[in-house]
């Protein structure tokens, strides 16, 4: 045994000798029987044949013999391989987004929202209608929106631009916090929302979409971009805890907020129209959003924002006659006083 493993040792070294050549000295000579001693190790059938440069490389790969491709082969490959990683980079799983067009052919500009959710404001509605308080909820939510307006306005003062971007930041919070706390209640309760979930964040979603056509009209100003993210900290909070424990609180509120938007949009439009503040061109998104005529200016935009805001007052008062509470007070104080923790 011991002269079989020897004479295959001694085998080995004279074919790695032979293969490699003596141009590489005695260190080539033992880099070639190492390689080659490797070979027989781990074949373990060739005892000492010469196997070559392609079986070589074939051990240093992670592939057996059978999967080796030719160099052109493998081009293909890393072609498809880069072909199949653009299409994901641009797409979903290689599922391309499909061209969406206006009526008139051209491509659709717009990702944050599709020509079918665009619609024409209804501007014949009533802007002057006012919920009188009746009891004491009503009183706190109608006192708190005009106690809040005074610091807005002493801060703004004719700023119309700004102050509607101020407003409309405050203004898509209560949509969402009511959608959110709305849904989670269908889902704890079992029961349907009777609407109300996509009412609601419908209405977060149309008063940011008032914000994108501001900003396009009116750049804010780093104190003011300051300004948002206190305000809006603040505020969320602040009316998340206010629906865990008063539903018809929260929505009264949101329905004089909106009563004080008709009255701030309408102070916009007279500037405009004495001159004060320039008509300039509607900008694009708001023509497609509302479906404005191509030569709109400031003025439409204006207009039908405050008849968006009109229509956002109906539904809170209506709301907060119509949505019940969504806890009792036990738990509602509960959750108060994990939220003060």
């Known amino acids: 045994m011991n002269r079989f493993v020897l004479r295959s040792v001694k085998q080995c070294l004279v074919n790695g000798q032979r293969y490699y050549g003596s141009g590489g000295g005695g260190g080539g000579l033992v880099y070639g029987s190492s390689v080659v001693g490797r070979s027989v190790h781990l074949s373990g059938q060739r005892n000492g044949v010469m196997f070559g440069g392609f079986e070589w490389r074939r051990m240093m790969s ?15 490959q890393e072609k ?3 072909k199949g990683k653009d299409i994901v980079a ?15 052919g ?47 306005d002493l801060f703004f003062q004719r700023r119309y631009g700004c102050h509607a971007m101020m407003l409309e930041t405050v203004a898509a919070v209560p949509g969402m916090v009511g959608g959110m706390l709305l849904h989670l209640k269908s889902l704890r309760k079992f029961q349907q929302s009777g609407g109300w979930i996509k009412a609601l964040l419908e209405e977060a979603e149309n ?26 900290g603040v505020f969320f909070n602040g009316f998340f805890v206010l629906y865990l424990s008063s539903p018809k609180l929260a929505h009264r509120f949101v329905g004089y907020l909106e009563e004080e938007a008709v ?10 129209e004495s001159g004060e503040t320039e008509n300039v061109p509607a900008p694009a998104i708001a023509i ?5 005529p191509k030569d709109a200016r400031l003025k439409d935009v204006i207009t039908v924002i405050r008849a968006d805001e009109a229509h956002h007052r109906d539904i809170n008062h209506f709301a907060s006659v119509s949505i019940t509470h969504l806890f009792h ?3 509602a104080h509960f959750l108060l006083l994990i939220v003060s923790v």
């Open 329 to 331: 007070f036990p738990y």
């Open 62 to 76: 992670s592939a057996p013999a059978s999967m080796e491709k030719a160099p052109s082969e493998k081009k293909e």
């Open 263 to 272: 009255f701030s949009y309408t102070e916009y439009l007279e500037s405009i």
């Open 80 to 82: 498809e391989e880069t």
């Open 90 to 104: 641009s797409s979903y799983w290689g599922i391309s987004r499909p061209t969406i067009t206006r009526e008139d």
């Open 207 to 232: 008063e940011r979409m008032h914000l994108m056509t501001i900003v396009e009209l009116v750049k804010p100003k780093w104190y003011e971009r300051l300004l948002v993210l206190a305000v809006q």
């Open 288 to 292: 497609d959003y509302w479906r404005l």
């Open 106 to 152: 051209t491509v659709w500009p717009w990702n944050c929202f599709m020509p079918w959710e665009t619609y024409k404001a209804d501007v014949s509605i009533d802007l002057k209608k006012h919920h009188v308080p009746k009891n004491f909820l009503d009183n706190l939510a109608y006192r708190t929106v005009k106690l809040l307006r005074i610091p807005v």
